[in-house]
């Protein structure tokens, strides 16, 4: 009677610990590519633009 529940837990959580594993493989790889992607675009940023000074506006 708890043979068929008890192999339902342990099959759903075998089944967890698989995509887990998988999930977090697959996101360091993408990770990696990523990092890997941006070094070899990597451009220096541009210089900082100064703000341009607005005038004050006149009362009526």
Request: aromatic share 4%.
């Amino acid at each position: 009677m708890v043979l068929w529940p008890a192999l339902t837990l342990i099959g759903f959580l075998a089944l967890t610990a698989l995509v887990i594993l998988m999930g977090t493989q697959s996101t360091a790889r993408y990770e990696q590519e990523q990092r890997a992607a941006a070094r070899r675009t990597a451009t220096p940023a541009p210089a900082p633009v100064a703000a341009e000074p607005v005038p004050a506006a006149r009362a009526a």
